[in-house]
């Protein structure tokens, strides 16, 4: 299969582009900073770009698919939290950040990738179980993955020929974990769900990158027993 992935360098794009690329398949992947591990796979291909850039996106994306005319596969990793605090306190070029890589940029992708190549047969958005709950301290991200949702659903009624879905991962050992691991205590109070996440570090319930990307190329093969541009949660499937 020829897969595209982004936010690969780390995280669960990181776990996802290694096990594709251990399973014998060839990877494209994006991401700012390049991963050194994957680089060493012949079948891996590399465009180090941030996405936040939307014009320089959308001109640099046609160097990484030159030549190519369809896609199996393509997962829309990449995205981004901004400081766990209050919706007051948030201000709107920190909501505008969060929204031009978790949402803008996918678009930009999708309308660049369905240019460019002839064919796709799916598109996945790493989405959140917090794209439907309005947890506190959540605010921008909360945002950006109802959004993102949305934004799936819409082109499933574009692309007929594609499956569309929106996939929460479940809870991933990600750097974001190390961040809210850091957090002041007087956090758990004011934001519950980072005790709850501090809690399930190091637990089955939380898998580090190359587990949880099994388990999500698991749901990504069964999504298309699903109607287009479906949310998904992988612990439900």
């Known amino acids: 299969m020829k897969i595209l992935i982004t936010g690969c360098s780390s995280g669960l794009g990181f776990g996802l582009a290694s096990h594709y690329l251990n399973q014998g398949h060839q990877v494209f992947g994006i ?11 012949s079948s891996f291909r590399f465009l180090s770009v941030d996405i936040s850039n939307l014009e320089l996106l959308r001109k640099e994306i046609s160097k990484l698919l ?7 596969l393509v997962v829309l990793n990449a995205g981004v939290i901004n400081g766990i605090k209050d919706l007051k306190d948030t201000s709107i070029d920190e909501i505008k950040h969060v929204m031009d890589v ?13 240019s460019l190549v002839g064919t796709i047969h ?7 179980g917090a794209a439907l709950r309005g947890t506190r301290g959540w605010n921008a991200y909360s945002l950006s993955k109802a959004t993102l949702n949305m934004l799936i659903d ?7 020929d594609c499956h569309f879905c929106a996939m929460a991962p479940g809870l991933v050992e ?16 004011k934001f519950p769900m ?12 939380m898998p580090k990158p190359l587990e949880a990307a099994r388990i999500v190329s698991e749901s990504i093969g069964r999504a298309k027993e699903y ?11």
């Open 66 to 72: 030159e030549s190519e005319e369809s896609l199996d």
């Open 154 to 160: 819409l082109y499933s009624n574009e692309y007929e």
């Open 174 to 189: 990600t750097g974001m974990q190390d961040y809210l691991n850091n957090l002041p205590q007087e956090y758990e109070y």
């Open 227 to 237: 109607p287009s541009g479906s949310y998904l949660d992988v612990r439900k499937m």
């Open 31 to 41: 991401s700012r900073k390049p991963n050194d591990e994957l680089s060493k796979h």
């Open 102 to 114: 978790n949402v803008w940029a996918n678009k930009v992708l999708i309308d660049a990738l369905f």
């Open 122 to 128: 799916q598109v996945v958005a790493i989405s959140s």
């Open 194 to 205: 980072v005790s709850k996440l501090k809690d399930a570090r190091g637990t089955d319930r």
